[in-house]
């Protein structure tokens, strides 16, 4: 019974879930009820991250933030 259990969902790859934006890994949650309660975050201009780290990452290589633009010219002149 075990063994067959194993084969079966080793043999059916189907991400039952939602998938990581950043690191890929399959959220067992669809609604975004579940996707909270498994402790996903939502990033509404991407979509959905395992962890907060995976959703900062994201945030911090994928977009530029109005605020923190870094300065073109250095205020420290020679
Ligand atoms: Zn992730």
Redesign the pocket.
Known sequence: MLRFLRRRSAHIEEPEGTT?L??R?VIPARTSEELFLAGAVLDPGAGW???NS?ARQYTVRFRVQPTRTPPHRSPTSH
Do not use: A, D, E, L
């Open positions: 990581c950043w690191c890994t991250f395992c962890s995976c």
